[in-house]
């Protein structure tokens, strides 16, 4: 009988390790960062990974591959209300509103140097909020940053993963890739739609990869 008792818990345990690793969630509470798992659900995910990959399509940036998304076939996705709601409720923050600017298809390929130290710059009147969508991801690279105790966190972003930072937030970087591949979204939720220079600035630079 205490053989069967322990069996049992052992069983209740594996099944709580499983679904802590399944639903993660690692955030911060003040709203600077948040990394969430399993962010779509499997119809949209399933959508998602359909986008065209073939690299003659996008633009070279040296360390990145870029195609602005000009279709509404991902922000139909993105900024639906149900996944407004979920970043809502995840940033406890009611204001949130989709962004016009279009959302970025990006391929880290390997040997690309990652992206260097850096805080989002605004492109607002209120602090934006950059979101990262990893698509794909066979590579080494980790996405870091330092928080408001200057301790550094490390990453590896899982497919089907959003890791949203706060505009004029934390400063991080992405790591190089020294092999595999990372294939993301880069999407911006906002809180307001009164942009300043910054935004016209990066726009009129998206504008520019319109074939």
């Known amino acids: 009988m205490k053989r069967k008792y322990i069996i049992i818990l052992l069983l209740i345990l594996i099944a709580l390790i499983f679904t802590y ?33 073939k690299k003659d399509g996008f633009n070279n940036e040296t360390f990145r591959l870029i195609k602005p998304l000009y279709d509404n076939s991902m922000s139909d996705i993105f900024y639906s209300e149900k996944y407004i709601s979920k970043v809502k409720g995840l ?6 509103i989709e962004s016009e600017f279009p959302i970025e ?25 950059e979101a990262v969508y990893t698509i794909r991801n066979t590579s080494n690279s980790y996405t870091e940053w330092i928080d408001g105790d200057n301790i ?7 497919p089907n993963s959003l890791l949203i930072v706060k505009a004029k937030g934390y400063k991080h970087h992405v790591t190089p890739v020294l092999n595999g591949e ?30």
């Open 152 to 158: 550094k966190h490390s990453e590896w972003t899982e």
């Open 21 to 53: 690793f399944c639903l993660k969630t690692t955030y911060v509470v003040d709203d600077h960062l948040i990394y969430i798992t399993n962010f779509l659900d499997e119809k949209d995910y399933q959508e998602v990974l359909k986008l065209d990959t």
């Open 105 to 129: 298809h990006r391929i880290y390929p390997v040997n690309s140097e990652g992206m260097k130290w850096h805080i989002d710059t605004l492109l607002y009147e209120e602090p934006q909020y």
């Open 182 to 211: 990372r294939e993301i979204l880069k999407l911006i939720y906002t809180q307001t739609d009164k942009v300043n220079d910054n935004y016209r600035r990066e726009i009129q630079r998206f504008n520019s990869f319109k074939n």
């Open 91 to 96: 940033l406890n923050n009611n204001k949130i």
